[in-house]
């Protein structure tokens, strides 16, 4: 079976007929995308993945410490207000460089090691924290969560966590003071201003998940392939077709490009559409006799 990763059902425009006729008929009773990712690769159903140890296997794989325990501490713009400051801009949501790595990291990387804590960034816009395995952390909130929100919301610093709260403001301090967010404010950039913390953990225990190749553009999920043994490939753009038992991820795609691809994609075999928000629809030839059953509507994105 093909098993298409898409996104949230409600941002789907409206559904030609012939199109919503084939859906009306499929089986309407799988999982949700990330409860079935959680079964797939033995990740929890509830709380969040440690996206800092997957996608750092992308990122650095020739430093790959599978035993490590990684936190996330990504680039961020948070913009002041009234009410503290909201996050406008984070990890992969903000414009970076090479050139910007270079001038930021030497004073976070010798800030963090003055409380003995490895600061790196391999790729510009996902950077790193290396973890002793006893240290406790706040329950950081990853980026989607807290993006367009007042930040400070979403950062829950008890008395118990009282380091964390200090190493990120004294972050702030030495991030708003660098010179090369003059540079940037130059070139029209957001400034970098702040550190987000989230995605903490270890890698999970491996196993070999009933797949083929998975097609991604998502780091935390080609990371994810890699520590099982798939083969993981870039999507690119969207297949003319799509081969059997691979995984397409298609989360970051306009609904409305997807929505005219798909009637050539159902009638290859058998595919399973698992959205983020509704449960799967599983369609398969033997369905088209199924014409007691009404066409599925969505509602139009707005």
């Known amino acids: 079976m093909i098993r298409v990763l898409l996104p949230d ?5 409206a559904l030609d007929a012939p199109l919503s006729r084939v859906l009306g008929k499929a089986d309407h009773d799988g999982p949700h995308a990330n409860p079935w990712l959680a079964e797939m690769f033995g990740l929890p159903a509830a709380g969040q993945w440690p996206s800092a140890a997957l996608t750092r296997l992308v990122d650095a794989p ?15 713009w948070i913009k002041a207000d009234i009410n503290g400051g909201k996050l406008l801009a984070v990890g992969e949501t903000m414009p970076m460089s090479r050139e910007d790595v270079d001038a930021f990291l030497p004073v976070l990387a010798a800030f963090f090691q003055e409380a003995g804590i490895d600061f790196d960034a391999p790729n510009p816009q996902r950077w790193y924290l290396a973890l002793d395995s006893a240290a406790e952390l706040p329950e950081f909130h990853g980026p989607t969560e807290a993006l367009g929100d007042e930040a400070f919301e979403h950062l829950n610093f008890s008395t118990a966590h009282r380091r964390w709260k200090t190493l990120m403001s004294e972050a702030q301090i030495l ?47 080609a990371g994810l392939g890699t520590h099982h043994g798939l083969n993981v490939l870039e999507l690119r753009e969207l297949p003319a077709q799509l081969e059997a038992d691979a995984l397409y991820d298609l989360r970051g795609i306009a609904p409305s490009d997807i929505a005219r691809r798909l009637p050539a994609w159902l009638g290859a075999a058998a595919i399973q559409m698992l959205f983020e928000d509704r449960a799967a629809i599983t369609v398969h030839r033997g369905q088209r006799h199924r014409i007691w059953r009404r066409p599925l509507q969505v509602r139009p994105s707005t």
Not at 9 to 13: E, F, G, N, S, T
Not at 200 to 221: C, E, S, V, Y
Request: aromatic share 8%.
């Open 62 to 76: 020739e430093a790959a410490e599978h035993n490590r325990r990684w936190l996330r501490a990504d680039p961020a």
């Open 175 to 221: 991030l708003h003071q660098h010179p090369h967010n003059a540079v940037r404010a130059a070139r029209g950039l957001p400034p970098v201003n702040s550190l987000w913390f989230w995605g903490q953990g270890t890698l999970p225990p491996q196993r070999r998940p009933a797949l083929g190749n998975i097609h991604t553009r998502d780091a935390a999920l």
């Open 9 to 13: 059902a409600r941002r789907w425009p």
